[in-house]
T-cell receptor
Framework: DVKVTQSSRYLVKRTGEKVFLECVQD?????MFWYRQDPGLGLRLIYF???????EKGDIPEGYSVSREKKERFSLILESASTNQTSMYLC??????????????FGPGTRLTVT | AQSVTQLGSHVSVSEGALVLLRCNYS??????LFWYVQYPNQGLQLLLK??????LVKGINGFEAEFKKSETSFHLTKPSAHMSDAAEYFC????????????FGRGTSLIVHP
């Protein structure tokens, strides 16, 4: 069964802390994504990666960075957490290829609170 | 550029009533279309998808959706709502052979009353 796991379901951090959110997929997918989800705003893409060590900015990359050292793992880093980064963070993965339908598989999410 | 519009941020139905969640898209080519469901405090999971072929697609939990090219729509339906259907539903599109990054609608929260 397809699986995307995230390191924490709930996380509470202090303003200014460096925060790491980890995501692991076991489907050998090339593409991995980080979204944040806020009420009324839907899903907003932060960063994505289409290969190991490759990354591309999404719609709202400011204040975030990512790392993909291995195909199965994609990390989101908040360099200096701020209260406006309090949100639900969702990781997803998908296949690539000309005929791939590109459906995404999501992790359970990490609800981050920055105080 | 693609866009997805989900009409109604909240839809309320009684248990046993028809569920209809609306999704309209704009795309330069016929897209791939998806519905995802998100239960409280969980990630999204695929409900159903349309890529090619039959325009009426069936998904999990009794849901189905019909791709109507002339109306640029992909509405989600279920004949009889169950309390367990209460969730957030997202419509999404991708462009065949193009970017693998989906465009999501803003979501519709389905409320089911007993």
């Amino acid at each position: 069964d397809v699986k995307v796991t995230q390191s924490s379901r709930y996380l509470v951090k202090r303003t200014g802390e460096k925060v790491f959110l980890e995501c692991v997929q076991d489907m050998d997918h090339e593409n991995m994504f980080w979204y944040r989800q806020d009420p009324g705003l839907g899903l907003r893409l932060i960063y994505f990666s289409y290969d190991v060590k490759m990354k591309e900015k999404g719609d709202i990359p400011e204040g975030y960075s990512v790392s993909r050292e291995k195909k199965e793992r994609f990390s989101l880093i908040l360099e200096s957490a701020s209260t406006n980064q309090t949100s639900m963070y969702l990781c997803a993965s998908s296949l690539t290829g000309v005929n791939a339908p590109y459906e995404q598989y999501f992790g359970p999410g990490t609800r981050l609170t920055v105080t | 550029a693609q866009s997805v519009t989900q009409l109604g941020s909240h839809v309320s139905v009684s248990e046993g009533a028809l569920v209809l969640l609306r999704c309209n898209y704009s795309s330069s080519v016929p897209p791939y279309l998806f519905w995802y469901v998100q239960y409280p405090n969980q990630g999204l999971q695929l409900l159903l998808k349309y890529t090619t072929g039959a325009t009426l697609v069936k998904g999990i939990n009794g849901f189905e959706a019909e791709f109507k090219k002339s109306e640029t729509s992909f509405h989600l339906t279920k004949p009889s709502a169950h309390m367990s259907d209460a969730a957030e539903y997202f419509c999404a599109v991708t462009k065949p052979g193009g970017s693998y990054i989906p465009t999501f609608g803003r979501g519709t929260s389905l409320i089911v009353h007993p």
